[in-house]
Structure formats: C-alpha cells, structure tokens
Nanobody
C-alpha cells in the first residue's frame, strides 16, 4: 500500500515561488502516474499536473502551464512541484496523488491521496 505525505506549503506574495514535495512509501505497481491536485475553499478538487513515473513525460493544466514544473526522483520516491509566478488564485490545499492513467487523473480518480499542504498567495 502506498502512502503519500506532502510538505513545503506556506504563504507567499504574488509573483513569488514555492516548492512542494511529496514523499511516497510502499509500492503499488498499478500507479504509474503521480500527480498534484488542488482544492480551493468552496471549490472542487482539480487536477494540476502529472508525470509518468517510468519517464519524464509531464502534463499540465492550462492554468499552470509555463509557471509550474512537476518532477520526480524515482530512486528516493519523491514527487515535486515547483511553483513560480504564483497568483492569488493559486491559493488552495495541494494534494499529492498516485494514479493508473491520465484520463482517470483528469477525472479526479486516483488510487492514493496525501493529506494535503496549504498554499496561500497574497496579493
């Protein structure tokens, strides 16, 4: 069973940067994608970025493309999200997730979820 623990959240002014980390423990052979989701107060949880764990192919929602970079360290079972040029609308709880396919992740379906890390961007 895979467990995911996020870290690195915090508060930053608009235009600033933050880096989220996600430590994975355990093993699930079916979860070949790792992803970041976010949920703002009163809104649904939405997919932000994903990466194929057997390579470097990454996918981004249009709202973060060009500003966020997802990466992973397979040997250390770590997932990262570098967030630059942050905007107030990026404020949310960010969740690390493991899933079986991109279509499933885009629908919000994942095998495993972390507990989340708060990111607050002030204007």
């Amino acid at each position: 069973q895979v467990q995911l623990v996020e870290s690195g959240g915090g508060s930053v002014e608009a235009g600033g940067s933050l880096r989220l980390s996600c430590a994975a423990s355990g093993y699930d052979s079916s979860s070949v994608f790792m992803a970041w989701f976010r949920q703002a107060p009163g809104k649904e949880r939405t997919w932000v970025a994903a990466i194929w764990t057997h390579g470097v192919t990454a996918y981004y929602d249009d709202s973060v493309k060009g500003r966020f970079t997802i990466s992973h360290d397979k040997s250390n079972k770590m997932l990262f999200l570098q967030m630059n040029s942050l905007k107030p609308e990026d404020s949310a709880v960010y969740y690390c997730a493991a899933g079986i396919s991109m279509p499933a992740l885009r629908r919000g379906a994942a095998n495993t979820w972390g507990k989340g890390a708060q990111v607050t961007v002030s204007s």
